[in-house]
């Protein structure tokens, strides 16, 4: 079965780091642009990071450029997103998802709450 | 910087009515990387028409998109009881990469 499927989130402290990751299945996340969109507590749907097949490109919303970075293990299958230096307003749903070559995300994840909060 | 931004935020319509959802453009594109998403409470996204028009695989062609340059629209017909969710558009471009309108909620 093609899947997405994340982990990691939870309760953390304003200021610290997170690592979430987002393992697939039933298809190779190499051959695909991946990323990731979150969602705030009653809020609507916002771009994070996306990465490259190849891994040699990544991009950034500004809102998290230079605190979080988006990386692959292909070996695993596996996507990450390392989140550093973390606000309340990070606080949200974190999304994996499949971008298709229409540059529409086709495959999510069932999402990772991450709180943050002291 | 391109901003979506849909109407109405919330459309009440009952089951076998005809649903239309706008997404209007600050500015005007080219290109056709406009897609549409529906999503149920407690649910992740799921992607409905991606190229303006475009069903991804398994979507009833009850649901249908269209437009261009700065107003695109999709449209629902024939609505059934699982088609009460929170419906999203979203462009690739170039700043932001990707934009996300606020969301239109079809209630009964």
């Known amino acids: 079965e093609v899947q997405l499927l994340e982990s990691g989130g939870g309760l953390i402290q304003p200021g610290g780091s997170l690592r979430l990751s987002c393992g697939a299945s039933?298809?190779?996340?190499?051959?695909?642009?991946m990323g990731w969109v979150r969602q705030a507590p009653g809020k609507g749907l916002e771009y994070v990071s996306t990465?490259?097949?190849?891994?040699?490109?990544?991009y950034y919303a500004d809102s998290v450029r230079g605190r979080f970075t988006i990386y692959r293990d292909n070996s695993k299958n596996t996507l990450f997103l390392q989140m550093n230096s973390v606000g309340a307003e990070d606080t949200a749903v974190y999304y994996c998802a499949r971008r298709q070559e229409l540059r529409a995300f086709d495959l999510w994840g069932q999402g990772t709450m991450v709180t943050v909060s002291s | 910087e391109i901003v979506l931004t849909q109407s109405p935020g919330t459309l009440s319509l009952s089951p076998g009515d005809t649903a239309t959802l706008s997404c209007r453009a600050s500015q005007s594109f080219s290109t056709n990387f406009l897609a549409w998403y529906q999503q149920k409470p407690g649910q992740a996204p799921r992607l409905l028409i991606s190229?303006?028009?475009s069903r991804a695989t398994g979507i009833p062609d009850r649901f249908s998109g269209s437009g261009s340059g700065t107003d695109f629209s999709l449209t629902i017909s024939r609505l059934e009881p699982e088609d009460f969710a929170v419906y999203y558009c979203?462009?690739?471009?170039?700043?932001?990469?990707?934009?996300f309108g606020q969301g239109t909620k079809l209630e009964i």
């Open positions: 190229g303006v028009s």
């Open positions: 039933g298809f190779t996340i190499t051959s695909y642009v």
């Open positions: 990465i490259t097949g190849d891994s040699v490109h990544t």
């Open positions: 979203q462009h690739y471009g170039s700043s932001p990469l990707y934009t």
